[in-house]
């Protein structure tokens, strides 16, 4: 059920097999040296060098001359192979170097020497610009013999010399321990508050017994005061923490800040426009995801790349894809799509809930009392498509239903009308690298009755939403969802195989019965027709109690049909007691929210956050927002509401898991290209992407290292290497565009 388990801890697989284990360190181990001839008196021996890098001996330095013109960091390196690294000891990795010229940045790597080649530390400083001693601090997650140390330096146009000496890896050394700034005490949503909505905060503090609080204006006046609540010890963060509730006062205005207990808490507004522009901008994300087309730097100022996988050099392409080998013996064109995450890989399932997550914001606002559908209109985006008198939302949206049309077996092969799960590049691939600097074969991977349905539910959903502006499209994707939907039937168990991650995301899913569900709720409500009616009333799912405490995602799509039938207009037999389960669920949700010392509908068993927790959270919050749809009450919508509170910084981290948006917000998520953690030249992610958030699995090295023992929210860390904390994904962002477009509709 987690959401890409199999396909990045793929890597730890390999691990698993590749590796040597070694003893433990012992308690109080002596500091070793692990590099051999770190100083080059004499020698750069046992140190190598790539094919087109020279290198020597210079003032007791080993110098090395790269080349211009390379692509990626790895093109070009020097290192040291076959060192030791023992699981769990700390290590000090030093040395000192220069660049000439001035400002060039090297990749300095502490990881494994062999297939899969997984990277334990990096760092990427810009040489001979502040000094060129470099001293880090990390604990390695591995036992190994075949580690190694390295300088990566491609990427460069031109030829540059790097210098380097004193090059160490101390083993031993005292651990530093890992302690996140926290900021101050009082947390509170860094973006805004609604005028007229709540306004909650939470504050930790030793204090069992109630304090005073104060809402200070921008120029420091006192507005408002009151008490606190004390709420004991929050399970998810092991904090003693206290409530403070300031809805009661309405005044719109920027700068506000709380005080309570000698601390002050990070701006923020009273306001609604910064949920116009997050609407906007978390829907303006998916641009710069696209595959298979150029992204105009003028749309995206500082975000212009050239086309990625269209089959120029380096790319080998998606025009004409081949499967995996025994698979299937034809090539299809699945160019087009949405980037999945981070990585290169486009995949069906995922696809699948992107797609209908983000069509249903549009869907809602045509549907209910609140909505707004001009605000995603034509022009709303800056798109290339932006004047063609479609929504831009739909435009946007099109770019992700083509590809996933794409992926359907044609007639007369093996398996026609069926979805092919994924394509992606044979191999994992570093960071960063650009979609268009990928060199990787690309490959179909076999069709599965999961992606099929996604398929077969998104399609027919497409169908009703682009009949007023595109006759041709609507009917074409109409008889996908067909074909789709009796491929699926004549094939109702073809699953994805839990061990197909290398290159990519395995995304297995054993449980198809909530997507027949859903496939079967998009179909009627397209279609009226009485066969896809009856499959809704006669399945097990459609009176099952769905809204659970973790909510709903690629693997739990059962909500997805659910919420349609409850929110799009039908005849549906019974349609009164779908709406009366949506409501239930919220209320569940709505009670979660309340116990919470942080105020959020999410409170998995044992605290055990799941990968990509944010949206899980804003997924919770969007059943919060239809229950306000259905019925007019303003608890859920207060609970929706509320519900964005913990995203952008009222939370243990005191941290906005959005970025440009709050005060201190994620900005270095785990992503090839929105990379500029690890190259300058490339861009920090665009305004409006969602970090996937606290996840108690910590299952990348990165995270291993630094995290151990974390409680609920402190399993996280802003680092692009934290993939399994702190990625970026299509699903995520749908979650953030719905429940953005929803508060602004409230303003």
């Not at 210079?58 to 960091?73: E, F, I, K, M, Y």
């Not at 995206?300 to 790319?315: D, F, Q």
Request: glycine share 10%; aromatic share 10%.
């Amino acid at each position: 059920m987690k959401r890409r388990s199999t396909a990045l801890l793929s890597l730890t697989a390999l691990l698993a097999t590749a590796l040597t284990a070694l003893p433990a360190a012992p308690a109080g181990a002596d500091e070793a040296e692990q590099v051999r001839n770190g100083t080059f008196d004499t020698t750069t021996e046992p140190w190598w060098s790539s094919s087109n890098v020279t290198t020597g001996l210079s003032d007791g330095r080993l110098c090395a001359d790269a080349p211009g013109g390379t692509v990626n960091r790895w093109d070009a390196a020097v290192g040291q192979n076959d060192i030791t690294l023992v699981k769990g000891e700390s290590y000090r990795f030093s040395f000192s170097a220069t660049g000439s010229p001035a400002g060039h940045a090297v990749r300095a790597i502490v990881g494994l020497s062999a297939a899969p080649y997984d990277t334990y530390h990096e760092v990427t400083p810009q040489l001979s610009v502040s000094g060129d001693r470099y001293s880090y601090t990390f604990t390695s997650p591995v036992d190994t013999t075949q580690g190694q140390v390295a300088f990566q330096l491609g990427g460069s146009p031109d030829p540059w010399r790097f210098c380097v000496d004193d090059v160490s890896l101390l083993g031993g050394v005292e651990p530093e321990p890992y302690e996140p700034d926290t900021g101050p005490r009082v947390r509170v949503n860094q973006v805004a508050y609604l005028p007229s909505g709540p306004k909650n905060a939470t504050l930790v503090t030793d204090a069992t017994a109630r304090l005073p609080w104060q809402l200070k204006d921008r120029a420091g006046a006192v507005v408002a005061r009151g008490w606190t609540v004390p709420r004991g010890v929050d399970a998810s963060s092991g904090q003693n923490v206290h409530s403070i509730d300031f809805g009661a006062y309405r005044k719109r205005g920027q700068g506000y800040t709380l005080v309570a207990d000698g601390e002050t808490s990070r701006p923020f507004d009273l306001d609604t426009s910064a949920y116009e522009r997050l609407r906007l901008d978390a829907a303006k994300y998916y641009y710069t995801q696209r595959s298979g087309t150029a992204i105009r730097d003028d749309l995206r100022p500082g975000y212009g790349r050239p086309a990625g996988h269209v089959g120029v050099a380096p790319n080998q392409g998606d025009t004409e894809v081949p499967c995996r080998p025994g698979v299937c013996d034809y090539t299809l064109d699945v160019s087009g799509g949405w980037y999945d995450a981070g990585d290169h890989g486009k995949y069906v399932v995922n696809g699948g809930i992107s797609a209908w997550e983000v069509l249903g914001t549009y869907e809602r606002a045509l549907h209910t009392r609140t909505g707004d559908a001009d605000a995603l209109g034509d022009g709303t985006l800056a798109l290339p498509e932006s004047g063609n008198k479609v929504p831009d939302l739909l435009d946007e949206v099109r770019w992700e239903l083509e590809f996933l049309l794409k992926m359907q077996v044609p007639g007369g092969e093996p398996l026609a009308g069926m979805a092919h799960h994924k394509i992606h590049d044979e191999n994992w691939t570093g960071l960063p690298l650009l979609p268009s600097d990928d060199p990787q074969k690309r490959e179909l991977h076999p069709p599965t009755t999961a992606a099929t349905l996604n398929l077969a539910a998104t399609a027919a959903q497409a169908a009703r939403l682009y009949e007023p502006y595109d006759e041709e499209f609507a009917a074409k994707a109409l008889t996908a969802a067909r074909k789709a939907w009796a491929a699926a039937l004549a094939h109702p168990e073809v699953y994805a195989d839990p061990d197909d991650g290398v290159g990519g995301g395995a995304y297995p899913d054993t449980d198809v019965t909530d997507e027949f569900y859903w496939a079967a709720a998009e179909l009627y409500l397209t279609t009226g027709e009485k066969a896809f009616e009856r499959y809704v009333l006669d399945s097990p799912v459609h009176t099952a109690d769905i809204f659970g405490p973790t909510g709903f995602d690629w693997a739990r799509t059962a909500a997805a049909g659910r919420l349609d039938l409850a929110l799009v207009p039908s005849r549906l037999p019974g349609r009164d007691k779908v709406r009366e389960s949506v409501v239930k669920g919220a209320d569940r949700y709505l009670a979660t929210l309340k116990a919470h010392p942080y105020g959020m509908p999410y409170a998995p068993e044992g605290q055990r956050y799941d990968w990509g927790s944010s949206h899980q959270v804003l997924n919770n919050a969007v059943v919060l927002a239809t229950a306000y749809d259905l019925t007019g009450a303003a608890k859920y919508r207060d609970g929706a509401l509320q519900s964005m509170d913990y995203i952008l910084g009222r939370n243990a981290l005191n941290i906005s898991y959005v970025t440009g948006y709050g005060e201190v917000n994620a900005h270095n998520q785990h992503s090839r290209w929105y990379a500029k953690q690890l190259d300058p030249a490339l861009p920090a992610p665009p305004d409006g992407t969602l970090s996937g958030g606290p996840n108690s699995s910590i299952q990348d090295p990165l995270a291993q290292a630094k995290l151990q023992g974390c409680v609920g929210q402190f399993c996280y860390i802003d680092d692009i290497q934290s993939w399994s904390t702190n990625e970026h994904t299509i699903n995520w962002n749908a979650a953030l565009t719905r429940m953005a477009s929803f508060v602004a509709d409230q303003g």
